[in-house]
């Protein structure tokens, strides 16, 4: 996915979140006015601002009308989300607008025999390539044995938490990688999955740490943690992680919601 298919995608987003704000501002019945907050001491007060022609009133909100001005208080913050997600709409459509039309995403997604010519990935990154996930990759090749959970995309893995992680990625659509070579400083690491963004085609390393009741395997985890931050690595920025200890094993809601918040 190229820069401009991404903002359109987020662009998409960002109408549906407009109607759903407008809709809550219509339906909402709310006050004539606007609501004022002052400091007082530990506490606040608040009051009714009306404005009619050149005309100010303001009134104050004793404790019997504090409903009042929780729907103001509603009503600004919606108008405010209203406003700011209409610039970021508009953003979007100045962006395009003077955005090339001609990228190297756009150029290899209409012309495929670029990728018989070139490693798309090496050259270009990841993002530019629909078929990052599909094309051949270095894999561990420890333990060959221990891989026997079958997939939905077709993989073999070696726990169910890591089943579970890929079959959810796979039903949303998302490009990954098992146990993908990774250079990592002077090392090289096999993360347990590296993810691609659906939307921007940013990636991202998953690691998955499922025994973290273990002594001998925190060690490892703090060593291997500590190797990616030096090398640029942070969680939420280009790194995610999920954990699970015995008494606390790895669920689907915990998967969806990484998934949701950074990968869709």
Not at 88 to 99: G, L, P, T, V
Not at 173 to 196: A, H, M, S, T, W
Request: proline share 3%; net charge positive.
């Amino acid at each position: 996915m190229d820069i401009e298919d991404a903002m359109m995608a987020e662009k998409r987003v960002l109408l549906k979140k407009l109607n759903i704000y407008q809709d809550k501002f219509e339906r909402g019945n709310f006050p004539e006015g606007r609501i004022q907050i002052n400091k007082n001491g530990r506490g606040y007060k608040y009051y009714q601002v009306i404005q009619k022609d050149r005309k100010i009133t303001r009134k104050y909100l004793k404790k019997d009308k504090i409903e009042i001005a929780k729907s103001l208080a509603i009503k600004n913050l919606l108008q405010k989300q209203i406003s700011s997600t209409k610039m970021e709409i508009a953003a979007i459509d100045a962006y395009i607008k003077r955005h090339p039309r001609e990228t190297p995403a756009r150029t290899i997604k209409n012309q495929p025999a670029y990728r018989k010519l070139i490693d798309i990935p090496s050259y270009f990154g990841a993002e530019c390539d629909d078929n990052w996930d599909k094309a051949e990759y270095e894999k561990s090749n420890k333990n060959p044995e221990k891989l026997k959970i079958a997939t939905l995309k077709g993989d073999l893995v070696r726990s169910k938490a890591e089943a579970m992680i890929a079959d959810a990625l796979f039903r949303n659509g998302i490009q990954y990688r098992y146990e993908c070579r990774l250079k990592v400083g002077n090392e090289y690491f096999y993360p347990d999955f590296i993810v691609k963004n659906k939307r921007t085609g940013k990636i991202y390393i998953w690691e998955h740490y499922g025994m973290m009741d273990d002594q001998k395997y925190i060690s490892k985890y703090i060593y291997k943690s500590k190797a990616y931050v030096e090398n640029g690595y942070v969680m939420s920025l280009n790194m995610l992680a999920t954990f699970e200890t015995e008494k606390i094993p790895l669920d689907s809601v915990g998967i969806d919601r990484v998934i949701e918040n950074y990968l869709l």
